[in-house]
């Protein structure tokens, strides 16, 4: 064995320096793949962004619901989905309204984020507060002009009748 001058084992001072050389090569090289790791998960992350944002066109609501509502929400009347006259009582908050829009159901498909970016949504989830109470209030409009028309026609078909009668005698 070879001992220093205070008794020390030299080759265990010499394996010990060299250990953690090792050990500091080793955390280095370690680093320096992580750190590597994460920039190709930032320029995955960036890709991504990258394609959504592509893909998404910043639209006003109404733009939005015409492009992807108006095929079966006619005019927010009943198509083949319903109207949604109603969509201020059925979902109250936005939340509610826009988990149901991501997700879809039945005939409805989802509209991810990858579709509809969160401010479109945002945007067409106020077209759809707005619009909801709006047609509401002109199927109620042509309801009352159906019923004055209806009314007129029979008034008018009462006066025909008369008139023949009178004709008669």
């Not at 010499?14 to 790791?37: D, H, K």
């Not at 509610?96 to 509809?116: D, N, T, W, Y």
């Amino acid at each position: 064995m070879l001992k220093g001058r205070k008794g020390i084992d030299i080759k265990n001072v010499v394996f010990s320096i060299y250990c953690g050389f090792a050990l500091f090569a080793i955390a280095l090289l370690n680093s320096c793949a992580m750190t590597e790791e994460m920039r190709r998960i930032q320029a995955v992350e960036a890709e991504k962004a990258r394609k959504a944002e592509g893909q998404s066109s910043n639209l006003s609501g109404e733009q939005i619901f015409i492009r992807t509502c108006n095929t079966c929400h006619v005019g927010g009347r009943k198509g083949m989905g319903p109207a949604l006259t109603e969509v201020n009582e059925h979902f109250p908050t936005d939340e509610r309204l826009k988990a149901f829009i991501r997700q879809g159901v039945g005939m409805m498909p989802p509209q991810p984020p990858e579709v509809l970016n969160d401010r479109e949504l945002n945007s067409l989830v106020i077209y759809l507060r707005e619009l909801g109470p709006r047609v509401k209030e002109e199927l109620a409009d042509e309801e009352r002009k159906a019923a004055e028309r209806a009314k007129k026609r029979a008034e008018e078909a009462e006066a025909k009748k008369k008139a023949r009668k009178a004709r008669r005698r």
